[in-house]
């Protein structure tokens, strides 16, 4: 399990080879590409975008967070760029006012094109940043559907993202690491993962225990205008207490 980074940490840039670059930058050649960064309107672009960013030596291996509603055609359009990319994974979010149909295109899109789709729990002001409302979400579906955890949105939930990994094993397809410290108010501010509230250690034997075999992405959104510096820190964290690659093998 080789860790990647979201693109939303690089989205002071917009040229493609130097977000290509501030990923080498990091140490890193993975990368999951949101919004800021792709058009998920025309598949046969985004496949050359994939392409183009392998040529720059980073690999794209997922897309998100994407909102999937009740319009299967506007769903069917990001299946169809994972396709054209060869990915089987993409990181979502579901509206809560038409739900049941957003699940029941999801599930069947995911079995459709072989993808797999990890709810992302963005805190405790979204309705499914709690594990009672992931719980109910997931009694509706295939496992196809599953949890993209995002370990600092769980602590802004009160939730303990150990826990969540111990509970959701079998349904963890992602898992965003990121670390957050709050203010009295609790407004959250980014950290060095490891240096805030997560457990970077704690982490890792959960998802070992888990037999985790999903992709794990690296985010943090402080520094928009240069944050290559802490986000090699963070690198440098994952690598000295989890077991998942940060630097490259030699020869692979």
């Known amino acids: 399990m080789e860790l990647a980074v979201q693109s939303y940490c690089l989205r002071g840039i917009s040229d493609r080879a130097e977000v290509?670059?501030?990923?080498?930058?990091?140490g890193l050649r993975r990368i999951e590409l949101c919004r800021i960064h792709a058009?998920?309107?025309d598949a046969e672009a985004f496949g050359a975008l994939c392409r183009a960013y392998r040529g720059d030596g980073v690999e794209v291996m997922s897309i998100g967070v994407?909102?999937?509603?009740?319009?299967?055609?506007?769903?069917r359009k990001l299946f169809e760029c994972a396709k054209a990319a060869g990915l089987t994974r993409m990181s979502v979010d579901f509206p809560l006012d038409t739900i049941d149909d957003a699940v029941?295109?999801?599930d069947e899109l995911t079995e459709e094109y072989g993808v797999v789709a990890g709810i992302h729990n963005h805190g405790g002001r979204h309705w499914l940043g709690s594990t009672t409302a992931l719980r109910w979400v997931f009694s509706k579906t295939s496992g196809r559907i599953g949890l993209n955890l995002d370990t600092a949105w769980a602590l802004d939930?009160?939730?303990?993202?150990?826990a969540m990994v111990r509970e959701f094993g079998d349904r963890l397809h992602l898992v965003h690491i990121k670390d957050f410290v709050f203010e009295p108010d609790r407004t959250p501010k980014d950290v060095v993962v490891g240096t805030g509230n997560l457990?970077?250690?704690e982490?890792?034997?959960?998802?070992?225990?888990a037999?985790?075999?999903g992709e794990a992405v690296l985010e943090y959104e402080g520094d928009v205008d240069n944050p290559v510096p802490a986000l090699k820190e963070c690198v440098v964290k994952i690598g000295s207490q989890m077991t998942i690659v940060t630097v490259p093998q030699v020869g692979a």
Request: aromatic fraction near 4%.
């Open 211 to 213: 037999g985790f075999a």
């Open 39 to 41: 058009d998920w309107d």
């Open 104 to 106: 029941a295109i999801a």
């Open 157 to 162: 939930s009160r939730e303990d993202p150990i």
């Open 66 to 75: 994407n909102r999937i509603g009740s319009d299967r055609q506007e769903a």
């Open 20 to 26: 290509a670059a501030a990923v080498r930058a990091c």
């Open 199 to 201: 457990a970077l250690g």
């Open 203 to 209: 982490l890792d034997r959960a998802l070992a225990d």
